[in-house]
């Protein structure tokens, strides 16, 4: 056999070898897109439930987020959208990235630092189970020191008290900016009140550790520690989304009409 002869058969080898093992990982990244795409649609549902502190030991998160009405929602006037999008695969993140979907912020507007949002929101509706309003979820989102955090917050029935407030994605720095994740951070949040007097959004961060003795306490939250510029980033998007370029509209109805 000649030196040419085994060259050739080593490629003619080694190119079958490489299509084998493209069409395996072609078929696998097919065979498991549906089960991704489902893994991902039950972490949003358990992020959702988990926000509000509706989570419970024992029960599935599809017979929790049963309870769950998804609607979405007008930013400019604060309507439900009564036709022409399907709640249920509307992606707020992927709309807000579409010219034709989004609304450009001017930089005293984006004070979440965000660049555009969405023209549409969606919000969820958790009811007990005589099918009562118990609370309301909001999808939020805003930079921090290193990255832009993703999470929920959760409000009480009165639009304006907050029942609970988690994150779900960011790449902040672990043990500072990343204790956003810390239940102790976060279960602080419960009863924390959005609005001063006036209907305007007042939710700031405090340098120590919030007590009821200090002034307004119920508009303050614990500043992490080493970890400023987030926390700050914390209060901003905040701001942002309950006040007139979020669900601030939505949020005003419902405190004014009720649901």
């Known amino acids: 056999m000649s030196s040419n002869d085994t060259v050739s058969k080593t490629l003619v080898v080694a190119t079958l070898l490489c299509i084998i093992c493209s069409v395996v990982v072609s078929s696998s990244a097919v065979l498991l897109r549906a089960k991704q795409a489902e893994n991902k649609d039950l972490d949003r549902k358990r992020n959702i439930l988990a926000a509000a502190g509706l989570l419970t030991e024992g029960r599935s998160i599809e017979e929790l987020f049963a309870r769950i009405e998804v609607k979405l929602v ?11 999008v399907n709640p249920q695969g509307y992606d707020q993140r992927k709309a807000a990235k579409d010219s034709a979907q989004n ?10 630092s965000i660049k555009q949002r969405a023209n549409i929101g969606v919000v969820y509706l958790a009811k007990n189970e005589q099918g009562e309003l118990q609370s309301i979820i909001l999808p939020v989102h805003g930079y921090g020191l290193w990255s832009t955090l993703y ?35 976060k279960a602080q949040w419960s009863g924390k009140k959005l609005y001063n007097a006036q209907g305007q959004p007042d939710i700031k961060l405090y340098k120590g550790k919030v007590t009821d003795q200090i002034p307004q306490s119920e508009h303050k939250f614990d500043s992490l520690s080493g970890a400023t510029i987030t926390t700050r980033g914390v209060q901003n998007l905040l701001e942002f ?19």
């Open 151 to 185: 999470g929920f917050l959760a409000l009480e029935k009165d639009a304006k008290t907050v029942a609970g407030l988690g994150f779900y994605e960011h790449a902040e720095t672990p043990g500072l900016g990343g204790e956003v994740d810390n239940p102790v951070w």
């Open 74 to 84: 007008d930013f400019a006037s604060g309507d439900y959208l009564q036709e022409g």
């Open 103 to 112: 609304t450009l912020l001017s930089s005293q507007e984006d004070i979440a």
């Open 241 to 259: 989304w309950v006040g007139d370029r979020g669900f601030g509209p939505y949020l005003k109805k419902l405190q004014s009409e009720g649901v």
